[in-house]
């Protein structure tokens, strides 16, 4: 096994929680659906925490489930008829590997998948939430997979894998994107100190809570903010928030401090492996030390991990990504917003390593240039930022949608 393989598996182990030696053979306990207005969900108890993939196949159409060797314990699983399923069969597909298939009338479309670990009295579940569609759109996403599996040490995903719970598109007519806005730093963490004495973590709360109101102002959008008040959370369950919730889009809002006090201007960040240059290194390794105040140090963990973080990411998430920090320095920029030189860079920030959201970070500003920091206080200021990031969201759901056209 290569090192690249080694921390593949290590890395898919330490997700799902898998220890080698103690793992405890798996059982399907039980299967139900339930309709819902958008979607019909699938969900299958589990006897413990798992990887899993699911994808759906043609002539005739099937719904998949590929999980390791299981029990079934489920008896004769009943359906009900919205589910369009007729049939259901499971079996030993490979050494390590069962598959569960559901006969269906008509095609469907996976919208998404993914584990809620047992809580509450409740077990472990695999949710699964597909919608009936027309051949045309079962044709354009049919290649889509949902999950990753390991075996062997060999991690196994169909073509063109979304290690995802999202929908590969959002659904149609009236629907409304969610927008998560996270404001960095919070609680015990105050991130950077402005020179009139202003904590980040208040001035980035003030500007998430404005860009809320703007975005619920225009009726177009759903709008999360992943903290309302001032507490502290960790780096990796920012990204949960917004992966729980499907986010259609990831904002996470921050504003800068150097020793320069003279340097100021707002700067749009995506994730790269590599740094674009030696002061987004550092302050990305500032960032990602936020969680040691928990006790969680990230930054052992980004030396070894970032390039399979980066691999699992999908390239066309990272290009909407992209795409998205591009649009919104030009709405920054007709905004007559200072911005700093070259405005779009880029490193391996742990806030945006959600694989299957596009996702920027926002230095808003810096909280060591006092004129800038001062403004920042101020909410005409916020609302020119505001505006934009508004505007770029506009511009950006406007392309999704022209996509989905073609």
């Known amino acids: 096994m290569s090192v690249r393989q080694f921390f593949h598996f290590v890395f898919f182990i330490l997700l799902l ?15 139900r659906f339930g309709a819902h207005p958008d979607k019909i969900r699938l969900v299958l108890d589990l006897s413990e925490k798992t990887d899993f993939r699911v994808f759906a196949l043609a002539n005739p159409y099937r719904m998949v489930i590929d999980l390791p060797d299981f029990e079934w314990r489920a008896g004769n699983a009943s359906t009900t008829p919205s589910s369009g399923v007729t049939a259901l ?25 993914f584990i809620i670990p047992a809580q509450k009295g409740q077990p472990n579940r695999l949710v699964v939430d597909f919608t009936h569609v027309t051949e045309d759109v079962f044709e354009r996403n049919k290649d889509i997979s949902h999950g990753t599996l390991v075996t062997s040490g060999q991690v196994l995903a169909a073509p063109q894998a979304v290690p995802s719970h999202k929908p590969p598109t959002p659904p149609g007519a009236g629907y409304k994107p969610l927008i998560v806005i996270d404001a960095g730093h919070g609680g015990v963490d105050p991130g950077a100190r402005g020179v009139n004495k202003t904590n980040e973590k208040n001035v980035t ?5 404005q860009l809320k ?35 259609d889009l990831f904002i996470s809002i921050h504003a800068d401090s150097i020793e320069k006090s003279n340097v100021s201007g707002v700067s749009v960040y995506t994730l790269s492996e590599k740094a674009s240059d030696a002061q987004t290194a550092k302050l990305a390794a500032q960032e990602n030390r936020a969680d040691l105040i928990a006790g969680l140090d990230l930054s052992v963990e980004d030396e070894d ?3 399979i973080l980066v691999d699992l990411a999908m390239r066309d998430t990272m290009n909407q990504s992209n795409f998205f920090a591009n649009t919104l320095i030009d709405k920054l920029k007709a905004r007559q917003v200072r911005l700093l030189d070259s405005p779009h860079r880029s490193a391996g920030f742990a806030v945006l390593k959600a694989p299957d959201i596009p996702s920027v970070l926002v230095e808003a500003g810096f909280m060591s240039n006092k004129k800038e920091s001062e403004l920042l206080n101020t909410p005409a200021h916020r609302a020119k930022i505001s505006q934009a990031l508004s505007g770029a969201i506009d511009s950006y759901f406007e392309q999704v949608r022209k996509n989905q056209r073609i």
């Open 17 to 31: 929680g898998i220890i080698p030696g103690q793992a405890h053979a798996l059982s399907v306990n039980q299967v």
């Open 89 to 113: 069969r499971y079996g030993n597909l490979q050494p390590g590997i069962s598959r569960i298939v559901f006969d269906m009338a008509k095609p469907v479309s996976v919208r998404g998948a």
């Open 205 to 209: 709360l003030a500007l998430a809570k």
């Open 213 to 247: 109101s703007e975005l619920e102002g225009t009726g177009r959008y759903r709008v999360a903010l992943t903290r309302d008040k001032d507490i502290f959370i960790k780096l990796r369950e920012r990204v949960s928030i917004a992966r729980r919730q499907q986010a």
């Open 305 to 307: 991990v970032a390039s």
